[in-house]
T-cell receptor
Framework: AQSVTQPDIHITVSEGASLELRCNYSYGATPYLFWYVQSPGQGLQLLLKYFSGDTLVQGIKGFEAEFKRSQSSFNLRKPSVHWSDAAEYFCAVGAALDDKIIFGKGTRLHILP | GAVVSQHPSRVICKSGTSVKIECRSLDFQATTMFWYRQFPKKSLMLMATSNEGSKATYEQGVEKDKFLINHASLTLSTLTVTSAHPEDSSFYIC????????????FGAGTRLSVL
């Protein structure tokens, strides 16, 4: 069965510190992988996506993610977080860019001043 | 980038009434739209796939008669929550993709439904 696991429900980091959000997936074929961010009361914004090619993907807002097939992981990273990064982050998989998406349960990021 | 608009952003209704939520693709035609539901502090769960000109495809466990989906045009899909109950209170989000270029999905800002 297709699934996405985000093992951390909450993560707290200090402003300026580095960040890594974990994501593991289970999918029969090679999936499209996504990271979305959701600010309070807002819709979803795509941070980055991966399907093929370079396994290190650069996204918006200084985020990057690395695809590791052997670990079925697609972790999101940022070298230095800003207070405005506080939000809910969702890892997701899909069969295609325009196909239905299966979301993880999300990781809420808190930023300490 | 492409824009998907949802209306209303927030709605409060009495138990037993029906509520319609609109999802519009503003600058592209979308043959397929998706409706998701997000419970408090939970992930987004796909409810159904809305196909223009045909019946929606519902995910397992989603009541078709409860959540009516109509995709009458290439730019508009509607979700009607019929005979709403307090347990239907949730955040509903739609998405659409531009089929002409294998484009990503764009998400609406969501609709917060509160049933009293």
């Amino acid at each position: 069965a297709q699934s996405v696991t985000q093992p951390d429900i909450h993560i707290t980091v200090s402003e300026g510190a580095s960040l890594e959000l974990r994501c593991n997936y289970s999918y029969g074929a090679t999936p499209y992988l996504f990271w979305y961010v959701q600010s309070p009361g807002q819709g979803l914004q795509l941070l980055l996506k991966y399907f093929s090619g370079d396994t290190l993907v650069q996204g918006i807002k200084g985020f990057e993610a690395e695809f590791k097939r052997s670990q079925s992981s697609f972790n999101l990273r940022k070298p230095s977080v800003h207070w405005s990064d506080a939000a809910e982050y969702f890892c997701a998989v899909g069969a295609a860019l325009d196909d239905k998406i299966i979301f993880g349960k999300g990781t809420r990021l808190h930023i300490l001043p | 980038g492409a824009v998907v608009s949802q209306h209303p952003s927030r709605v409060i209704c009495k138990s037993g009434t029906s509520v319609k939520i609109e999802c519009r693709s503003l600058d592209f035609q979308a043959t397929t739209m998706f409706w998701y539901r997000q419970f408090p502090k939970k992930s987004l769960m796909l409810m159904a796939t809305s196909n223009e000109g045909s019946k929606a495809t519902y995910e397992q466990g989603v009541e078709k008669d409860k959540f009516l989906i109509n995709h009458a045009s290439l730019t508009l899909s509607t979700l009607t929550v019929t005979s709403a109950h307090p347990e239907d209170s949730s955040f509903y989000i739609c998405s659409a993709s531009n089929p002409t270029g294998g484009d990503i999905q764009y998400f609406g800002a969501g609709t917060r439904l509160s049933v009293l």
